[in-house]
């Protein structure tokens, strides 16, 4: 049947079921989508994508992305160099500045230990934390709470521990705005073991 | 906020917004994931979408996409070309084609008719058909049954019944497969009126 297409239209098919959680159909809805831009678009997009490729690289430092050298998180005097948030993904890295209220370092691991995937501490960013905890105080660890995050975190726990730095675990817990009948059990018994005095 | 990312992955960002049902979240996510595609692919989705938009047009007689003048269906000796499908988009085309039972030709208008979005008949590909009706013996509309679609359709049957040529609809009813409990009232009502006698 894909005889049907025009062979660069199977190609750009092909190419867009790369993106995450793109099938057959929906990576034809986009192909026909981009055949109805103009010229000029198209030209952007694909300049775009080789610029993005050439000039994005990793932080040396925290591994976050960056354009040159250290990205701009590292390079900001003005945020605090003595915490560093652990996680896993550099998606969470922006999520977190959305909130505009930590103004400390990160340290993007790259992805999380699953053995499912073959994926070992050795593959993840971790050795450049251990390299860089000189004169740091605290290090958060953001990590998503699945089976893979808990392992991760778990794993960073216990080799944090024989530095000389305060290893903190993000909160686990109800969302706002979540109701409580809702809620999955394994959430809700962590929203319990986190409770905290509301006492002044 | 969007100061955090590097330009050329803010560009890509909003580039990936123009995909249908893309917003800022989805745009990210694919942004990342092209991030971490080798350079030979990125350089290889680049020149394809370049191929896509400079190779492929519309087919003169019917619309649908062609690499070069008429489409592979129009030119198909072998197919009937006394019978044309009317179609609203290529990917129609595809999904039709995909069933192996249709062997006429088709004819794609290239949307619908909508008053909200303005679109108009003069909008769509329908001169061209009413020029292409000369030894054609069936004209089969084969439009969504959505509410432009509808419109569309009979916008279609009230200007070909001026012309000597047997206008059909493809059927509207309960999908095979579907529950009756959980069908919507007018596709009950459609199964209904369209019911067949099943005596031989």
Redesign the interface.
């Known amino acids: 049947?894909s005889d049907?297409?025009?062979?660069?239209?199977g190609?750009?098919i092909e190419?867009l079921k790369?993106?995450?959680g793109v099938g057959e159909k929906t990576a034809?809805?986009?192909?026909?989508?981009?055949?109805k831009?103009d010229?000029l678009?198209?030209?952007?997009?694909?300049?775009?994508?080789?610029?993005?490729?050439r000039?994005?690289i990793s932080c040396p430092k925290c591994g976050f992305?960056?354009?040159k050298g250290r990205c701009?998180?590292c390079d900001d005097l003005l945020r605090d160099h003595t915490t560093i948030m652990v996680v896993s993904?550099?998606?969470d890295?922006?999520a977190m500045?959305?909130t505009?209220t930590y103004h400390g370092l990160y340290h993007v691991l790259k992805g999380v230990i699953s053995s499912s995937k073959g994926i070992y501490p050795e593959d993840l960013n971790i050795t450049s934390l251990l390299d860089r905890l000189d004169g740091v105080k605290e290090v958060i660890i953001a990590i998503s709470p699945t089976i893979d995050g808990e392992t991760t975190a778990l794993y960073l726990e216990k080799i944090l521990a024989k530095y000389d730095v305060l290893v903190t675990r993000i909160a686990h817990g109800l969302p706002m705005g979540a109701s409580l009948d809702y809620a999955d059990e394994l959430t809700l018994i962590q929203a319990l073991n986190n409770r905290r005095s509301i006492k002044e």
């Open positions: 049947m049907i297409y025009p062979k660069s239209l190609r750009l190419d790369h993106l995450p034809q809805r986009y192909a026909f989508s981009l055949l831009e010229h678009f198209i030209e952007s997009l694909a300049q775009d994508l080789r610029d993005v490729k000039e994005i992305i960056s354009e701009m998180i993904y550099d998606q890295v922006i500045e959305k505009d």
